[in-house]
């Protein structure tokens, strides 16, 4: 009997050495790092370190949060069990301290990007403003971002901006032995003597803030002299011993390029501005040739010529490299866009991209025309106008000029959408909307076409939502509709889900589902495009 127990005692023992040590290996093991608190009313934990990926999980304000690294604007930190990445500005520190205390710009991605009166796509539209424009970062809330442009303060969809920490200096090109090399001297210099206002006006103010006292007004072309300077603000000799403020964005520290004697075209040379942060800027043109720069959003660099879809520019005056041409905005030296080439949009379009594409976007029903109402109040008009929104972003990245039929809560006739199409030369349009039906237990996704040569695009589109997506899939099936009856182009209508659904809606209508489904539409027009290439 004793035996019996020691036997026993032993197998207990080897078996809680066997458990417990895999039980603790098995946890993941806790951050080393600074801890942190959440900012916000609301925080998303993400997947990657960027808006445009996944949301792991809402985090509430004051949630104490672990950071385990930092990549530019953004922490990889460990809450609880699970890690992510969370936005650096929109957390603090144990002692109050905040990243929101840096002064932060925003930089658009897109053109005519929508700055509206209030957090919303519902909102009314203040104005509208062109890729690569730059503005103060105010503060976020969830999507959206709040940002001061010019004497206007609104609001800006999050995932068309990136925000970074305001700053002057131009990047160098990196030496040899893997360090920034200090002695190239970058042909667009900081003066700091003598600040150029770059737009129609400007207000000069008392302080360096935009609610201070106005002493004049500045307009474009006037140089002045600088006498210091505060974060974002410039103080400058606005009249002899008068002093003032006027906000940096609003102009350059920039000294002139050097001239060629030989050529006339200097002083109408063209730039481009980076409006993605880590942009790459390439030996040759091509995505797989060595990298001879990571630039931020915001950086400026002379053109020197076009290569297809890629520029080449002046790094420094001893060096250039390629940037392509779909993640830079291009200007000339006036401050006004630039007119593309027509011969440019010809060159041969390379797979894995959609350059020299138009992709309409047709966002279903707006203004009195609500659509179907989920059972939780859902209004579809407005997830479809969201939905299309997010896609745009991911075409326009890809090289694709997108056409939206509507980019504001408005009502747009049925046929005149297709007229949108038709005038656009649409090479694909979309039309994005959600399902409902009377029997509220079905569900799923479907994509429709109704003319035959739009049959093997709804194949390709809805493939590649069925590898993103949970919900059932339903196929791509014939579907009489106007927007697709009547339109000459490669036509397709896509029904995400049914908001009658009550559980379906409750997926549906969460950024991650708006996020995988968007990809999932992506990757199938550009598996569409590549194939017509093969």
């Given at each position: 009997?004793?035996?019996?127990?020691?036997?026993?005692?032993?197998?207990?023992?080897?078996?809680?050495?066997?458990?417990?040590?895999?039980?603790?290996?098995?946890?993941?093991?806790?951050?080393?790092?600074?801890?942190?608190?959440?900012?916000?009313?609301?925080?998303?934990?993400?997947?990657?370190?960027?808006?445009?990926?996944?949301?792991?999980?809402?985090?509430?304000?004051?949630?104490?949060?672990?950071?385990?690294?930092?990549?530019?604007?953004?922490?990889?930190?460990?809450?609880?069990?699970?890690?992510?990445?969370v936005?650096?500005?929109?957390?603090?520190?144990a002692?109050?301290?905040?990243?929101?205390?840096?002064?932060?710009?925003?930089?658009?991605?897109?053109?005519?990007?929508?700055?509206?009166?209030?957090?919303?796509?519902?909102?009314?539209?203040?104005?509208?403003?062109?890729?690569?424009?730059?503005?103060?970062?105010?503060?976020?809330?969830?999507?959206?971002?709040?940002?001061?442009?010019?004497?206007?303060?609104?609001?800006?969809?999050?995932?068309?901006?990136?925000?970074?920490?305001?700053?002057?200096?131009?990047?160098?090109?990196?030496?040899?032995?893997?360090?920034?090399?200090?002695?190239?001297?970058?042909?667009?210099?900081?003066?700091?003597?003598?600040?150029?206002?770059?737009?129609?006006?400007?207000?000069?103010?008392?302080?360096?803030?935009?609610?201070?006292?106005?002493?004049?007004?500045?307009?474009?072309?006037?140089?002045?002299?600088?006498?210091?300077r505060?974060?974002?603000?410039?103080?400058?000799?606005?009249?002899?011993?008068?002093?003032?403020?006027?906000?940096?964005?609003?102009?350059?520290?920039?000294?002139?390029?050097?001239?060629?004697?030989?050529?006339?075209?200097?002083?109408?040379?063209?730039?481009?501005?980076?409006?993605?942060?880590?942009?790459?800027?390439?030996?040759?043109?091509?995505?797989s040739?060595?990298?001879?720069?990571?630039?931020?959003?915001?950086?400026?660099?002379?053109?020197?010529?076009?290569e297809?879809?890629?520029?080449?520019?002046?790094?420094?005056?001893?060096q250039?490299?390629?940037?392509?041409?779909?993640?830079?905005?291009?200007?000339?030296?006036?401050?006004?866009?630039?007119?593309?080439?027509?011969?440019?949009?010809?060159?041969?379009?390379?797979?894995?991209?959609?350059?020299?594409?138009?992709?309409?976007?047709?966002?279903?029903?707006?203004?009195?025309?609500?659509?179907?109402?989920?059972v939780?109040?859902?209004?579809?008009?407005?997830?479809?106008?969201?939905?299309?929104?997010?896609?745009?972003?991911?075409?326009?990245?890809?090289?694709?000029?997108?056409?939206?039929?509507?980019?504001?809560?408005?009502?747009?006739?049925?046929?005149?959408?297709v007229?949108?199409?038709?005038?656009?030369?649409?090479?694909?349009?979309?039309?994005?909307h959600y399902?409902?039906?009377?029997?509220?237990?079905?569900?799923?996704?479907?994509?429709?076409?109704?003319?035959?040569?739009?049959?093997?695009?709804?194949e390709?589109?809805?493939?590649?939502?069925?590898?993103?997506?949970?919900?059932?899939?339903?196929?791509?099936?014939?579907?009489?509709?106007?927007?697709?009856?009547?339109?000459?182009?490669?036509?397709?209508?896509?029904?995400?889900?049914?908001?009658?659904?009550a559980?379906?809606?409750r997926?549906?209508?969460?950024?991650?589902?708006?996020?995988?489904?968007?990809?999932?539409?992506?990757?199938?027009?550009?598996?569409?495009?590549?194939?017509?290439?093969?």
């Amino acid at each position: 009997m004793k035996k019996n127990k020691i036997i026993i005692g032993l197998s207990f023992l080897l078996l809680f050495t066997a458990i417990v040590p895999y039980y603790f290996s098995a946890r993941p093991a806790l951050a080393n790092g600074e801890p942190l608190y959440v900012n916000a009313e609301i925080l998303y934990l993400r997947e990657g370190p960027g808006l445009s990926y996944p949301i792991l999980d809402t985090l509430k304000e004051g949630t104490e949060i672990m950071s385990i690294e930092k990549q530019g604007d953004w922490h990889h930190v460990q809450v609880g069990q699970q890690e992510g990445w969370v936005a650096a500005w929109l957390v603090k520190t144990a002692n109050g301290q905040s990243d929101s205390s840096i002064e932060k710009t925003v930089i658009s991605q897109v053109n005519a990007l929508n700055v509206r009166v209030a957090p919303s796509l519902s909102a009314s539209v203040l104005t509208k403003i062109s890729s690569g424009t730059e503005s103060k970062f105010l503060k976020q809330e969830q999507d959206w971002i709040q940002i001061q442009f010019g004497e206007m303060t609104g609001w800006v969809f999050a995932e068309y901006v990136t925000v970074k920490e305001a700053k002057t200096e131009v990047p160098a090109a990196p030496s040899d032995n893997g360090q920034q090399d200090q002695s190239n001297e970058p042909l667009q210099q900081i003066d700091p003597n003598t600040f150029t206002v770059n737009v129609n006006a400007v207000n000069i103010r008392k302080k360096p803030d935009l609610t201070a006292k106005k002493l004049g007004l500045a307009t474009e072309g006037q140089q002045f002299k600088v006498v210091s300077r505060d974060h974002n603000w410039v103080e400058i000799e606005y009249e002899k011993g008068k002093k003032g403020w006027i906000y940096s964005f609003y102009g350059t520290f920039t000294k002139q390029l050097k001239q060629n004697p030989s050529s006339e075209k200097e002083d109408t040379k063209n730039f481009v501005t980076i409006i993605y942060n880590g942009t790459n800027l390439r030996e040759s043109p091509s995505t797989s040739s060595n990298v001879v720069v990571i630039a931020d959003a915001g950086h400026t660099y002379p053109i020197v010529e076009s290569e297809g879809d890629w520029f080449k520019v002046a790094v420094n005056d001893r060096q250039t490299a390629y940037v392509a041409n779909w993640v830079v905005s291009e200007n000339n030296s006036q401050g006004t866009t630039a007119k593309k080439n027509n011969t440019s949009e010809a060159a041969e379009r390379k797979k894995g991209t959609l350059k020299g594409l138009t992709i309409v976007l047709d966002a279903g029903h707006g203004g009195n025309d609500r659509g179907t109402t989920g059972v939780r109040g859902t209004d579809e008009k407005d997830i479809n106008i969201l939905t299309a929104e997010l896609l745009r972003s991911k075409l326009q990245a890809a090289g694709a000029n997108v056409v939206m039929t509507r980019e504001s809560d408005v009502f747009v006739d049925l046929r005149k959408r297709v007229a949108v199409s038709h005038q656009a030369g649409a090479d694909a349009f979309i039309s994005i909307h959600y399902d409902a039906n009377e029997d509220s237990s079905v569900s799923g996704f479907t994509t429709y076409y109704t003319n035959g040569y739009q049959k093997k695009l709804a194949e390709y589109v809805h493939d590649g939502l069925a590898s993103k997506v949970n919900l059932k899939d339903r196929g791509p099936r014939f579907g009489n509709y106007l927007v697709l009856r009547e339109n000459r182009q490669n036509a397709i209508l896509l029904e995400l889900g049914y908001l009658s659904n009550a559980s379906e809606e409750r997926a549906i209508t969460t950024d991650y589902y708006r996020e995988q489904a968007t990809l999932g539409i992506y990757q199938g027009l550009l598996n569409y495009f590549d194939d017509q290439l093969d």
